[in-house]
Structure formats: C-alpha cells, structure tokens
T-cell receptor
Framework: NAGVTQTPKFQVLKTGQSMTLQCAQD?????MSWYRQDPGMGLRLIHY???????DQGEVPNGYNVSRSTTEDFPLRLLSAAPSQTSVYFC????????????FGSGTRLTVV | AQTVTQSQPEMSVQEAETVTLSCTYD???????LFWYKQPPSRQMILVIR??????QNATENRFSVNFQKAAKSFSLKISDSQLGDTAMYFC??????????FGQGTRLTINP
C-alpha cells in the first residue's frame, strides 16, 4: 500500500528546460491535485482533477500543464522552467471529495537556476 | 477571496506544556470542512485533525483538540502534554467547494526539552 508516490524527490533545472513531475496513487482516489509550497505562503493550488479526463486550474496555473489519462496518474509538466518556479511541489489525492482530507505525497524540491 | 490567516509565524514551548495555535478563515460558504496538517522536518504532510462545519462539537484526536467558533470563523488547535515529536510546521486549511483546500501560511512550532 504505497499511497501517493511522487518522483523525483529532488531536481535541479536550468532556466528554459522542461520536465515532468510524476505522481501516482494506488487508493482509487478520484480527486488529485498539485500544490506548491513557498516560504511564508503556505500551499497554493496549481491544478486539480476530479477524475480521469477532467482537469482544471487552481490559484497559480501559469507555466504548468497537467493531464489525467488514468485514475492513478496525474503528472505535472513544467513547460519552460523559470527561477520563480523554484519551490517544493506536493501531489495529493482524496476519495470522492476533499472534505475527507487529502493524502499527500512526500514532495519534490525543485530548484531552477 | 477565501483566505486563511495564521497569526503566529513561530511558537516555542517546553515539553509537556499545552500550546494553542490560532487560525481564522474567511469563506462565504455555509458548509465546509476544516483541517490541521502537520509538516515535520521530513516534509511529509500529515493530517492531524478534521472538523465538519455543520457539527458544533469540537473534534478531538488524542492530545489534539480544536476550538471551533463558526460565527467568529475561528479554528484553533490545542496540543496538550506536548512532545518533542510535535515539533513541526502546522497548517490550517478549509475546503472551498468540493474540490479544493485553501491553506494558511503556517505556524512553526518548536517543542523544547
């Protein structure tokens, strides 16, 4: 029972590079989300999905892309990395609705130089 | 805008003491859920306690309890008999609609031996 698995745990990118942060859950959760955590700002929602084939933007979506082809996977793509995207990224999932509480992955620390 | 305010950026108490973390929020919704999450140095986000807004009874989980004042939009967390393992960042959050969690900026709590 792995829960929510995020890879990689650490990544350094050069400005302009692209990459995909992977997220997978094995709990058959319908809801999945990506958050970024910055000092003094808490966690802010980037994108979320309420089921396979359905995604929507959160509070800070610019520069990021998502897709949800299966219930299990919800990758986050950085199209052209910028230093402002240096952050810790969390993937989270929830059964049916967020009122049950999210299960979080262990996070990815991304540095863009 | 729907927001969460944690007015104490940092707190420090002695082991075995009781500590209360403050949280106020602003929402126009009548039905929602409130959460406290703990983030230890490992970076993992751990659900501490959950409160349903339509329930007047305050939630309790072992040494953790909340004081929920719906009219005042206040949701404080009390930690009794604090332990060294309680040292962490604590985030208050509430649900926005069925799909989103809105987080506060966090309170860094240190338990001293």
């Amino acid at each position: 029972n792995a829960g929510v698995t995020q890879t990689p745990k650490f990544q350094v990118l050069k400005t302009g590079q692209s990459m995909t942060l992977q997220c997978a859950q094995d709990m058959n959760h319908e809801y999945m989300s990506w958050y970024r955590q910055d000092p003094g700002m808490g966690l802010r929602l980037i994108h979320y999905s309420v089921g396979a084939g359905i995604t929507d933007q959160g509070e800070v979506p610019n520069g990021y892309n998502v897709s949800r082809s299966t219930t299990e996977d919800f990758p986050l793509r950085l199209l052209s990395a910028a230093p402002s995207q240096t952050s810790v990224y969390f993937c989270a999932s929830s059964y049916f609705m967020v009122g049950y509480g999210y299960t979080f992955g262990s996070g990815t620390r991304l540095t863009v130089v | 805008a729907q927001t969460v305010t944690q007015s104490q950026p940092e707190m420090s108490v002695q082991e075995a003491e009781t500590v209360t973390l403050s949280c106020t929020y602003d929402t126009s919704e009548s039905n929602y859920y409130l959460f406290w999450y703990k983030q230890p140095p490992s970076r993992q986000m751990i659900l501490v306690i959950r409160q349903e807004a339509y329930k007047q009874q305050n939630a309790t989980e072992n040494r953790f309890s909340v004081n929920f004042q719906k009219a005042a939009k206040s949701f404080s967390l009390k930690i009794s008999d604090s332990q060294l393992g309680d040292t962490a960042m604590y985030f208050c959050a509430f649900t926005q609609g069925a799909q989103k969690l809105v987080f506060g900026q966090g309170t860094r709590l240190t338990i001293n031996p």
